[in-house]
């Protein structure tokens, strides 16, 4: 528990503060009554991610800050003796944005709002001091986030491509397994049949002429196949007939066709025929499904590599579909119970772009409106391209509840998120319209009410060389006016 202490910091100790090393006697004194002194032990919490922002100055002892970002505590500084922190919530008016626990004993002040602010409009020294240091601090907590997005990016991608990667590999190993026992199987099974008297070639034109039939899908139309099988095997002699049917079934022998073909075989002759083909058969399409399973992998490592746009060069001839197409196959796992439609252009020809960069701008849009459909229940994802002169427009719509009319205006904001403490930086929409704006001078926008939002890109066709020196930003609404260095977005 925090502890208030009785205001016994000197008006010199005060001004040797390196804030107030400029203040007069008189402001010293008011500043001095226009705070309160606060104690805190080692381990002791001063405030938590998203209680109210207020200021304060260090006057003995270490406080450490740390930012919650995907479950996790990441460090972000360590404030000592004689250092201030606070200013940043208070001018964006938000929530403080990281927590602060005290490393060592510690004695604090702590300025009322009022304060704060007459001393930013008053005092031109601590202004510019505050201000300086405001700037600094966002850009290590931005880069610290940025730094976080990347993290989360790649775990987007390694967790799309984990949840379907798991069928078809699943499937290449069960075929494998029981293709090694099919193939066991089979020595036996040729010595069986040449002990017989159908000779090798008539057992193989009898095995090609059995073109398989699909198997029944619907489970009691299955088990009465079986059953029927059974029934007719045991009739002409045939032992562990309720074991052979199943088998006779799922490699595609209706009852029909053994009938026509075999009916001049018995007992032993007819088992050891029926095995070895059904041995075959399965083994057939054991294969096939091995096939299909690795064409799925090859599918997604594909997906993969042109989502990452792996071993090209940054700036390239981009197909914005192409980049689209790849973001959803990489968010598969969490478009599950989501409609998506598609309103393509596809007339639109290449544009230069960053192609990476460009895809995590359709991953956070995407998400973003997965999120909202999910949180509505259900419903659809619709994305939409086409061309407006020299321009690629690309939208991406929900039919989610909405973004709140008084959210709207700040939704690119840095820092700014409506998602609960830890779930989120708020700089994902924020980085996603810097690298739309200033890395592809684009455009990006909003427009939203209950069951309708949609998120507008614009970008040009041809991307000079020029890309990463920044230019005026045109005015759009619902955009924010944060102005990075555009090399901080590479990678973003």
Request: glycine residues 8%.
């Amino acid at each position: 528990m925090v502890s208030l202490a009785a205001p016994t910091v000197s008006l010199e100790a005060l001004r040797a503060v390196p804030l107030f090393a400029d203040v007069d006697e008189d402001e010293a004194r008011w500043l001095r009554g226009e705070s309160a002194f606060l104690e805190l032990a080692p381990g002791e919490w001063l405030g938590q991610e998203g209680d109210p922002a207020s200021f304060h100055v260090i006057l003995e002892g270490e406080l450490r800050v740390t930012k919650r970002v995907a479950g996790v505590d990441t460090l972000v500084t360590v404030f000592h003796t004689g250092e201030f922190f606070g200013e940043v919530p208070l001018l964006l008016g938000q929530s403080l944005l990281a927590s602060s626990r005290a490393l060592t004993r510690c004695r604090l002040m702590r300025l009322t709002t009022h304060a704060f602010w007459r001393m930013l409009a008053e005092c031109p020294t601590a202004n510019r001091e505050i201000l300086g240091k405001m700037a600094e601090r966002s850009r290590m907590l931005q880069s610290i986030s940025l730094q976080q997005e990347k993290l989360a990016s790649l775990g987007t991608l390694a967790a799309g491509l984990a949840h379907e990667l798991n069928n078809p590999v699943s499937a290449v190993m069960r075929g494998v397994r029981e293709l090694a026992a099919r193939l066991r199987e089979l020595p036996a099974l040729a010595l069986s049949l040449d002990c017989r008297a159908m000779s090798a070639p008539k057992v193989r034109a009898l095995e090609a002429g059995l073109a398989p039939e699909p198997t029944p899908s619907a489970p009691l139309d299955r088990g009465d196949a079986e059953d029927a099988l059974a029934r007719w095997l045991e009739q002409r002699g045939v032992e562990d007939a309720w074991v052979l049917a199943p088998d006779l079934v799922e490699s595609g022998l209706p009852l029909a066709r053994l009938e026509a073909e075999l009916d001049s075989l018995t007992g032993e002759v007819l088992k050891g025929t029926l095995r070895w083909v059904a041995a075959t058969r399965g083994i057939s399409r054991l294969l096939e499904e091995v096939g299909q399973a690795g064409g799925r992998i090859a599918s997604l490592v594909n997906s993969a590599r042109a989502y990452t746009y792996l071993d090209e060069a940054p700036l390239q001839r981009v197909d914005v579909h192409e980049g689209l197409e790849s973001t959803l196959a990489v968010l598969a796992h969490r478009l599950r119970g989501v409609s998506v439609e598609r309103d393509y252009d596809r007339s639109l020809p290449p544009i230069t772009a960053y192609g990476t960069e460009l895809n995590q701008v359709w991953t956070s849009l995407i998400e973003n409106a997965a999120d909202a459909i999910k949180e509505h229940g259900g419903g659809t994802l619709r994305l939409r391209t086409r061309r407006d002169c020299d321009q690629v427009v690309v939208e991406v719509w929900d039919d989610g509840p909405g973004i709140p009319e008084d959210v709207l205006p700040r939704i690119f904001d840095p820092f700014f998120t409506t998602k609960g403490v830890g779930e989120g930086t708020g700089l994902g929409l924020s980085i996603t319209h810097r690298v739309v704006s200033l890395l592809h001078k684009g455009e990006l926008s909003v427009t939203s009410k209950p069951g309708e939002t949609c998120f507008q890109v614009r970008l040009p066709l041809e991307l000079g060389t020029d890309a990463f020196v920044p230019g005026p930003a045109r005015p759009r609404p619902h955009v924010a006016r944060a102005r990075p260095e555009p090399e901080a977005l590479r990678g973003a």
